[in-house]
């Protein structure tokens, strides 16, 4: 299985940074798949080319864990693991991305070239705020 890390200095105290990230009602201000977001029951549904999406969030404030499953599939979910660490000038942020195994290598690649689109996205909108 393929894997995909960025990383990137964002200008902002680590813990700014995680609560922005780990509150899916912002997903759709940085995230390029995510056309609009909303809470369903329980579960948050993204709008995405595809259709809607479930997304699920799995955080740890404590460890600067926010990890993101999506799933356009019931039952099938799609794993992005991020990560925020402290330095002098702000924040680190990691992100990984893994390819499914159902979806091809020239697919995966258009996901892959919008990831760092989207994380030029999120250091503007949070360095301006």
Excluded at 115 to 129: P, T
Aim: hydrophobic fraction near 35%; aromatic fraction near 10%.
């Amino acid at each position: 299985m393929k894997s995909y890390t960025q990383a990137i200095t964002i200008q902002v105290s680590p813990n700014k940074l995680y609560h922005f990230l780990s509150n899916p009602a912002n997903l759709p201000q940085w995230a390029v798949f995510c056309h609009g977001i909303s809470l369903q029951g329980a579960d948050w549904i993204t709008q995405t080319d595809f259709g809607p999406a479930k997304i699920r969030f799995d955080t740890h404030e404590n460890l600067g864990i926010v990890d993101f499953y999506l799933s356009v599939t019931p039952g099938l979910e799609m794993p992005s693991y991020s990560r925020i660490l402290p330095n002098e000038n702000g924040a680190e942020y990691l992100f990984t991305h893994l390819q499914p195994t159902d979806i091809s290598d020239e697919d995966y690649a258009k996901i892959v070239a919008t990831i760092d689109q989207e994380l030029l996205q999120l250091k503007q909108l949070m360095e301006q705020n």
